[in-house]
């Protein structure tokens, strides 16, 4: 027996001797038949050749499948569409074997089926032959295997690949790569987020392989790594051509609160606030829109980081070059309050010209008050211009300076003496401020309250929002300062008193009391006080003791103290100074009268 029979039987080749026994039987039935009849004898004869003959054939169609290699399960095989029928493609892969695949399984991801019979293609052959001893065929498994091979392959080199996105997932996207399935998470969409993803779908574009694990079937890819690829390069080529002061046209691409990024065609610039005009601006928006086309200067391009500052305000005049001439000094001018800060406000005298109002310029008397509660932010006001620094491009303004100075006003209109009326403001420990016309303040002093007493025992007396009258006795302009006097409403006692009195005159007091230092005297309802040493001349009569209370005494004044309201006297001094007139008018010591004779003598004088 032969060789190849030999393996027939023992049952090695079992599968591929039912897959050639129909080619035997083809064959066999191609034979011509027969058109006479033979006698039985040769039909015995007969029999015995075809037998001969059908082994023949059966072990050369035997040799021959041996020759052949038989495709392994796992592997992708070449087939040809010999059918389509009922959404599958039924597909031939040689070696007497068909099998069925899917017509989805040869669309792309949002496209119909595009095959057609005759068409070759690759199929994953899962199982050589499966219950109804058809080929189990996957053309997906092929293409995934297919492109598992070549992304591989493109990933090792650090190569691009093409895929088109095809659905959406959680945190990103799924993109089909030719078979093989990949996540793009959402960060690696775009260079900026992206709101709508629906102009992508379906549309074949390049990306990155930035991860992939065959055994887990995992491939993460970047659209984000393509396109800042791109604009690196385009971003060099249009940065290499740009130079500072160049003057471009660009789009408006975005608009923050500190500016705007305007397009160049390909890169980005930043048109800041401060240099998109010469005045003010609060708001990007208020002058910008997105979209917009512009006409900017390259203020400043940085080749390493690519980075380009650009100016819009710069293509226009400066009006700092006209500010001396236009604001001369203490000229007043009508500008418009543009901010209001801890410290003052800002006033645009002009677009691109502002001034700063601080805030001891705003006000005569509103002292330690916020501006704001002085200025509205769009209030037109009439400044003075105090300061001009074209250097650090600086104006200062004055706001009070456009009104008279009030203490300057109220000195006019109520010169020393005047009477005034005005409700108590506060209350200090030295103290009343009381207000005045102008919104200003006037302070009564401790000791301008009463002439009896002591001011700080008569100050619990008053409360705020009391209203009283006082009499101006001082206004300081310089030092913005108005004392005022309550005490001096009812005129001066002392000062009454004292009338015609002067330093030197005589004059009687009554004693009031005596005490161990002096003794105390009254005159005109003033009290005043005689120490022990002016009580005589004589050091012997320097006695207390020898006055009573009630006794009309005469006494010399010494001196007149209007501040401490105090006369000072001394029974000493007239008694000096009337022996002094006494030797003037009636001789001295040297002409040898005695000083009894001499007051003697006087004494007969007066009597006479």
Known sequence: MHKSWAKVQAGGIRPAFFRFRSNVAEKRNQRPAETTAR??????????????????????????????DTPEEGSVVKGKVIAIEAGQAIIDVGYKMEGRVELKEFANPG??????VGDEVEVYLRNVENARGEAVLSHEMARREAAWDRLEKAYAAEERVEGAIFGRVKGGFTVDLGGAVAFLPGSQVDVRPVRDAGPLMGLKQPFQILKMDRRRGNIVVSRRAILEESRAEQRAEVIGKLNEGDVVDGVVK???????????????????????????????????????????????????????????????????????????????????????????????LEPGVEGLVHVSEMSWTKKNVHPGKIVSTSQEVEVMVLEIDTVKRRVSLGLKQTMRNPWEVFAESHPEGT??????KNITEFGLFVGLEGEIDGMVHLSDLTWEGRGEDVINDYRKGDIVKAVVTEVDTDKERISLSIKAMDGDPFAESVEGVKRGSVITVEVTAIEDGGIEVEYEGMKSFIRRSDLSRDRSEQRPERFGVGDKVDVRVTNIDAKSRRLGLSIKAREIAEEKEAVEQFGSSDSGASLGDILGAALKSDDD
């Open 419 to 424: 009477q005034v009326e005005g409700e108590v």
């Open 111 to 116: 496209e119909a089926p595009s095959i057609e």
């Open 39 to 68: 006698p039985d004898q040769n039909r015995i004869g007969t029999q015995s050749h075809m037998a001969n003959a059908t082994m023949e054939e059966f072990e050369a169609l035997l040799n021959e499948s041996f020759e052949i």
């Open 254 to 348: 975005n608009i923050t609160e500190y500016g705007a990024f305007v397009d160049l065609g390909g890169v980005d610039g930043l048109l800041h606030v401060t240099d998109m005009a010469w005045r003010r601006v609060n708001d990007p928006k208020d002058i910008l829109t997105i979209g917009e086309t512009v006409k900017v200067q390259v203020i400043k391009v940085n080749k390493e980081t690519h980075r380009i500052s650009l100016g819009m305000k710069q293509l226009q005049d400066d009006p700092w070059d006209a500010v001396q001439g236009k604001y001369p000094l203490d000229s007043v001018h009508t500008g418009r309050v543009t901010n209001i800060t801890d410290y003052g406000a800002f006033v645009e």
